[in-house]
């Protein structure tokens, strides 16, 4: 992906949001509010005041037909409380008593909420109250949701997109901050899907960069943004960074996020056991620097398997969980969400001709064999953080993602997933949809057995859309060892391009309830669609 790897201003206004969402947004900038500091672009600074605040805002995860997880964080030791309700007005309530928020959490903590109906809207609002007087309590921060369907009909839509945050520009006032979470939220998806590289940890900001074109970038800076992320409180106000940009609170309390992570998140291009050149960093052990990551991470997303059971790999190592889960959206949809990155081996040329381990890790390919066979739903979107056919340097002679520019029959890394796409083949598993972000453009590849040097699979798609706030990049080779052709690209024609100079991407899935038609749409962040593609349930090759 880009170590130092487009957005414009909008062209045109945005459609306004539901009407639903009115008392939300009030509330947000009432109780949520974030400045974006003044003149010199430092980070706001707060005194605590006489009850709990809540200034990150609220986010909701792991949502099901019946249930969801909802996140918060205090600004000193509090108890979460959330109240849902039908209605905005919240005349009938239910409360869900929490967790207490302490300093071993950074202050964060996440309620899970049970006995939900199914495909409603959910309207909640969270209430933090000081553990010494339980009289003393936070403005309520609001939020709302959409359970996930048991109907077929009603159909399921979700976005898409990842890479926040990367390559030194950070927020910007002068263009709104990180604009592509409005244009996302004014379609109000069911949920998001962040394809990894959620901050950019090994990414310091600079107060003001100068553009090509003489403008000058703007960057609000805090102290863990100026320096490479290495201790555990580096890591954490790496991911409270994001959470100063008033676009990502407003979309955080009203689109649920499916989360995964890439490398950014810990360092980049990093793989387990990995030892650092770099004289950035006085930590060299990349295990040390990934558990410290995977904690913070595992604090500042609502994701339940990050903290069920052990499990192995960077994130169990600190957590006690996994990044790899399904979550399963109504009998539509099912997303295996993969972590390519606590579970690979080194990084290298790729030209083994035995590699068990791979990018997946033996475990971790199992369980999707697994689950895959088990999954009942119309289509099987495979949530990965790197791409598949396209490829990655990660330097002059080592490689980052799966393929290695070698034409010919699977080699390194590329077995696991030659061994994969013959499984689906042969179990005939039907819906199969690829989707990531890392490379910093937005583009679709379609794969096929007959343009291929293997050829033991069945057709398949691949699409790619990116940064959301970050860097924009050329377009990569394609290695043609599964037959890709790239169908669409849009791209910047040098690399690091601002996103004063050049859109930024995410894409949308939208599944027909009626039909079982899968749409995907990638678009840009003016609202903007800049490729279709319709795909029919049930049929091979298409």
């Known amino acids: 992906m880009p170590a130092n790897p487009p957005g414009r201003h909008l062209a045109a206004p945005l459609p306004p949001a539901p009407a639903r969402r009115s008392l939300l947004r009030g509330s947000l900038a009432a109780s949520a509010g974030l400045a974006l500091g003044g003149a010199g672009l430092a980070a706001p600074a707060f005194a605590l005041s006489g009850r709990p ?109 990842g890479d926040i945050a ?22 109000d998806p069911d949920f998001f899907l962040c394809s990894g590289d959620t901050v950019y940890a090994d990414g310091p900001l600079q107060a003001s960069v100068a553009l090509p074109d003489g403008r000058v970038w703007r960057n609000l800076v805090t102290p863990e943004k100026a320096k490479v992320a290495e201790t555990l409180d580096e890591y954490r106000g790496n991911f409270r960074y994001n959470l100063l940009d008033r676009n990502v609170r407003a979309f955080n309390a009203q689109v649920p996020t499916v989360v995964q992570w890439d490398d950014h998140e810990v360092r ?8 650092l050149d770099d004289a950035r960093y ?26 069920a059971g052990p499990g192995p790999g960077a994130v169990g190592a600190a957590t006690g969980g996994r990044m790899h ?66 490829v990655v340097p990660d330097g002059a002679t080592a490689f980052e993602a799966i393929a290695q520019g070698d034409p010919g029959a699977p080699l390194g890394r590329e077995l696991q997933i030659a061994e994969l796409l013959r499984f689906v083949k042969h179990r005939r598993i039907t819906g199969t949809v690829w989707l990531t972000a890392d490379v910093h453009y937005t583009s679709a590849q379609h794969y096929a057995p007959e343009r ?46 601002s996103p004063m100079e050049s859109p930024q991407y995410f894409g949308e899935v939208d599944i027909d309830g009626g039909s079982g038609e899968l749409t995907v749409r990638l678009r840009g962040d003016d609202d903007t669609v800049l490729f279709t593609k319709v795909l029919r349930p049930g049929l091979v090759g298409q």
Do not use: C
């Open 268 to 275: 980049n291009n990093w793989y387990p056991g990995q030892i």
């Open 452 to 497: 291929a040097a293997f050829q033991d699979f069945a057709p398949f798609w691949e699409f790619v859309s990116g940064p959301l706030a970050a860097g924009g990049f050329p377009a990569n080779k394609l290695d043609a060892t599964f037959g890709p052709e790239r169908v669409f690209v849009r791209a910047p024609e040098r690399a690091n391009v």
């Open 325 to 390: 889960r399904v979550v399963r959206y109504g009998p539509l949809l099912d997303v295996f969400v993969l972590d390519m990155r606590s579970y690979r081996n080194a990084n290298s040329a790729g030209r083994q001709a035995d590699d068990a381990t791979g990018i997946l890790g033996t475990e971790q390919l199992a369980w999707l064999k697994r689950e895959l066979s088990r999954s009942r739903a119309v289509w099987k979107v495979l949530a990965a953080d790197m791409p598949i056919g396209l």
């Open 166 to 187: 990367g390559q030194g520009w950070g927020i910007n006032p002068d263009i709104g901050g990180f604009r592509a979470f409005e244009a996302m939220r004014r379609l």
């Open 282 to 307: 006085a930590e060299k052990d990349v295990d040390v620097l990934a558990a410290r990551a995977s904690r913070a991470f595992s604090e500042y997303f609502p994701v339940s398997t990050l903290r």
């Open 53 to 161: 605040e809540a200034r990150w805002g609220v986010q909701t995860g792991d949502v099901t037909a019946r249930s969801g997880l909802v996140w918060a964080r205090s600004d000193r030791p509090a108890r979460m409380i959330v109240e849902t309700s039908a209605t905005e007005s919240f005349r009938r309530v239910r409360r869900h008593h929490g967790p207490s928020l302490g300093a071993g959490s950074d202050f964060t903590g996440t309620t899970f909420l049970r006995g939900l109906p199914p495909g409603e809207q959910i309207h909640y609002r969270v209430v933090l109250s000081d553990l010494d007087d339980p009289r003393r309590t936070s403005e309520p921060v609001l939020g709302t949701f959409r359970t996930a369907p048991e109907r077929r009909l009603d159909g399921v839509r979700f976005l898409w997109s």
